[in-house]
């Protein structure tokens, strides 16, 4: 199969691109290298340095592909807020010109990388597909109305296309080519920032008065691999028509503290932090519903903590 990977110079779809190239599949790749790295790309891929917005180079990128995986994008929640207009721009127009372009050349398959931050603050827990949709930022909201966006496309033009909404994504992938690390700038993901912590930059941590067992937030982390692993089952159970909205985490949780724990038997030393008040918007406990992906995707996360830990540092080094 020959698959267009938008967004393959970032940490997730660098992660895709190199695992489908592992897999003996051809990988086009697109990416303006806004906030991914030339040098992360394969050099088994053919690489389009270009954004998602000329319609030219889209369509140029499309060439011979069977299929697209969707990872470009702003993700930022807190620049979402202070630029909001990037976010619409790239993460929605920019999706508008890949889906254009996919029809103009007939290509059949999309799988779309969105966020739990479409739910915002959970009614219940764990969040299932089902529930209430009311993003708390412009990023959760630009991601979700390329959701609504995609659903039409497949209902007016036979598109098969598939929403993976991940929780936390973690850890680290050894390709051929030795580890490809997650490098966000900034970095505002937890288990990079505990890794990286110093005595003189501790690490924050945001409440120890939450409702959970040690008092800290409860978030749901699903390792890179698996979550790819996913992506390449999405893209064979994508039905021409039909557009399937599916949660990725590992439906099971671990507070900051136990992260920090984690992060220090992988390290052989403490790790420096410390308390901070509760942030605004910080919902207590964040855990995905995921018996809809072991039904349609017949995929279960095999990694743990120890293991997103583990490469990570790994991959740091
Ligand atoms: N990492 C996570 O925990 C997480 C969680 C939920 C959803 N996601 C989604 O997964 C996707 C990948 O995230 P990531 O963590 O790898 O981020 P990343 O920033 O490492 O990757 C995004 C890539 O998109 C590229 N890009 C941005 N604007 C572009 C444009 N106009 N044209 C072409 N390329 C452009 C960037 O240069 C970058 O390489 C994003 O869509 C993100 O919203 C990530």
């Known amino acids: 199969m020959k698959v267009l990977v938008t967004g393959g110079a970032g940490y997730v779809g660098g992660t895709a691109a190199a695992m489908l190239l592992d897999q003996g599949h051809e990988v086009n790749i697109l990416d303006d290298c806004s906030t991914g790295y030339a040098d992360t790309v394969d ?43 990037i976010y619409w721009e790239t993460n929605v127009s920019g999706t508008r010109i890949l889906l254009d372009a996919m029809r103009a050349a007939a290509i059949p398959t999309l799988v779309f990388s969105s966020t739990a931050a479409t739910y915002g603050e959970p009614k219940e827990i764990p969040i299932a597909e089902s529930a209430v949709t009311d ?93 790819i692993g996913a992506h390449i089952s999405a893209l064979s159970a994508a039905i021409a028509g039909s557009h399937e909205i599916i949660n990725l985490g590992s439906g099971g949780g671990y507070t900051v503290k136990e992260v920090i724990a984690a992060a220090e038997s992988a390290l052989g030393r403490p790790v420096p932090y410390e308390m901070a008040p509760r942030r605004a918007g910080d919902p207590a406990v964040l855990i995905a519903d995921i018996t809809k992906a072991g039904k349609l995707l017949s995929w279960k996360p095999e990694r743990d903590l120890q293991s997103m830990v583990g490469d990570a540092l790994a991959s740091f080094q």
């Not at 499309?62 to 630029?83: M, N, P, Q, R, W």
């Not at 039409?152 to 690390?181: C, D, E």
């Not at 288990?191 to 040690?214: H, M, Q, S, Y």
């Open 135 to 227: 993003p708390t930022n412009p990023y959760g909201a630009s991601k979700l109305a390329v959701d609504y966006m995609i659903s039409a496309q497949a209902k007016a033009y036979g598109l098969a296309a598939i929403s993976l909404r991940y929780f936390n994504v973690a850890g680290a992938f050894k390709s051929q080519r030795g580890w490809l690390a997650e490098r966000h700038n900034p970095e505002t993901h937890l288990i990079p920032n505990v890794l990286r912590a110093t005595a003189a930059n501790p690490l924050k941590v945001f409440g120890e008065d939450w409702p959970t067992k040690d008092g800290t937030c409860v978030r749901d982390y699903v390792h890179v691999v698996d979550l």
């Open 43 to 85: 050099p088994r891929a053919t690489f389009f340095k270009e954004s998602l917005l000329d319609a030219n180079a889209v369509a140029t990128s499309l060439s011979g592909c069977d299929a697209v995986l969707h990872f470009g994008a702003k993700s930022l929640v807190g620049e979402s807020v202070v630029k909001p207009d």
